[in-house]
């Protein structure tokens, strides 16, 4: 029998350009690559270094005989493949991840030694995170859930990982209680569903029993959880930690991070058809900004304060469900993170990456938040499992960049060849080891610890409603609105009468006119008892810096606009809202009814960015619609040139349509509102383009 030839790789590759994107490379590891004689490629070999022949056949008998268990080029191949999967974090599975810097703009040696604090102008790496919590690795980038915003600073004293939230709060007060918020939230054991999502009956069951859950609930049911962009996130630590300085005083810190886009979110009914028309939406808009070299940035500010002032709050800062508001300490801006390289290999980076509360600093230490407390032995302890060993922190992504050593040794994959006969310290037999380094060294902070050992929950931890009051009385009508209708969307899909009722209960503490819509929303036609409060509510000013919409910038840096079009459109109007866009830095992109372009009405052919059914308006932040008369008759009966318009309108978007567009928008009945211009006025669109249309929601959504 002849021999049938099954492929042919000789093919060329281009190699992909892009200043933050990295080319191809054949291998990660070092390693000599031998090249085919006279040919282009390194040779393809196993990994014990033998050049392969043939990578399309397995080994048989005779061509049609059995395959042979000799053939150890198949097994080494299959047997790599079938471990190609480990364990996926058991929350935060879902992420995108970036490599960056972190740039000190202001020093903070007054209160810490860790140099990344102090040294202006340096600039240090970091690999920075960005999850959902609840999903798995293959979910959805937009579920309505919390993101992780996880960062990775490689010092020169060590690596330092900041491993918070874009929430300032959490769920609950004690680590103790984290395995049973994980299991209520992640999908119902007995049934496998649902994924990724909190509105379900066993997340509201557990959140019902946990009062002090509340604040954090006012969190997730606000459009905080249904971000536009990772690149218009807030992140926070969360927790207070502890700076240190030279002579061993501590001060009580909080940080976080600002987006230099702004703040901004997508309405519930986007997010929900976004999830349907791109499942990596938030990963290829950090891919594509990256690419285009507009890299995300943020602020790295602090809020600074003693023990003394803590002792005045009226909350405990040691409580991971409080904040401290920004009209109490302020924030100061001290640094800046700028996100610029993607990863080489999602696997070896993203996946691979370890981040541990405790990988702190010397200059920087805990605080007693027993939330606090308990993550710092978790990570640790999960990276253990997930990575498979010891010696995870020799994964190039978690190796730090300064130089390191100890005695550890051995353990599973060890990479390290310590040489000589010395692992233990002290000695007296090898002058290079590593020694202690008493000054320089991390201590921690010297804290008197006085008080009764027991499961005590401090009464300083009682209150449970106010700051969660406080978060809804700082809201815009339309922010407090989103935040009734989530509380019913979500209410609405639990199966258990008293589990809605119970929440119901805990909105009366809340804000009564909340409960109120909520309960109306229910079906309700009484009001739930509401559950005996551990604490009196106190009154709180209202925080404006708790708003998204008051966080909003008013740009088009970042955004997209999307400019849709069918043979027959005008070029120069096309030409001309899309300089307009891009000039005012937005990113564009055209969408026909054919990917392989539209006949203009000068004849002429334009390229298209996006097939009409597979690019929706939910992926823009505003939309330009120019058609011919024939264009706008021949879209009139596709029912996603209508869904373009209608959704582009339903989530208060900016829309500018020529005489053709304007026949779309009549047949597919979208009213007119100041946030519909005309394509001849080029300004007037890019103005009401760079916000969302608040006022039109009443007209399209009950708010009350
Ligand atoms: Fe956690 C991952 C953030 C409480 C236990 N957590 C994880 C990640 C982030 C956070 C961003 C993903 C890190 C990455 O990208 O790899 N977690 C938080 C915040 C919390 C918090 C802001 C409260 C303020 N977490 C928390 C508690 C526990 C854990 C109380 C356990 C007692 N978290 C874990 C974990 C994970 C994790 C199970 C899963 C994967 C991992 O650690 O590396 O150990």
Redesign the pocket.
Known sequence: MSKVKTTNNSGKRKQEKGSALNGDSPLAVGGELHQIAGGEHPALTTNQGVALADNQNSLRANPRGPTLLEDFILREKITHFDHERIPE?????R?T?VHGFFELTASLKQYTTARILTEVGEKTPVFT???T?AGGAGSVDTPRD?????VKFYTKEGNWDL???N?P??F?QD?????D??HAVKMEPDRGFPQSATAHDTFWDFISLTPESMHMVMWIMSDRTLPRSLRMIEG????SFRLINDVGESTFVKFHWRPKLGLQSTVWDETVKISGADQDFHRRDMFEAIAAGNFPEWEFAVQLFTQEEADRFPFDHLD?TKLIPEELVPLQVIGRMVLDRWPNNFFAETEQ?????SHVVPGIDFSNDP??Q??L???L???LA?LGSVNFHQIPINAPKCPFGNQQRDGHMQMAQPSGRVSYEPNTLSENSPRETPVKGFHSAAVTETGEKGRIRAESFADHYSQARQFYLSQTTYEQAHIASALVFELSKVGHGHVRKAMVGHLRHIEKDLARRVAAGLGFDKMPAAPEAAAPVQAMEPSPALQIIGKMKDTLMGRAIGILIANGSDGAVIKTIKKAATDAGASVKIVAPNVGGAKLADGSMLAVDGQLAGTPSVLFDAVAVILSSEGAKALSTEGAAIDFVRDAFGHLKAIAADKGGQALLKIANVGRDAGIVDTSDKDAFIAVAKTRQWDREKSIRTLA
């Not at 926070?236 to 927790?239: E, N, Q, R, T």
């Open positions: 974090r058991i929350v935060h599975a992420a991840g995170r960005i999850s919590v919390v993101r992780g915003f996880a491993v918070g939230n929430i709060v959490f609950i680590a103790i209680k984290f395995p918020l994980i926070f630590g969360v927790h991971a990456v370890a981040y541990c509360p939330l606090l308990g993550r032995f978790s990570y302890d999960t990276q997930r």
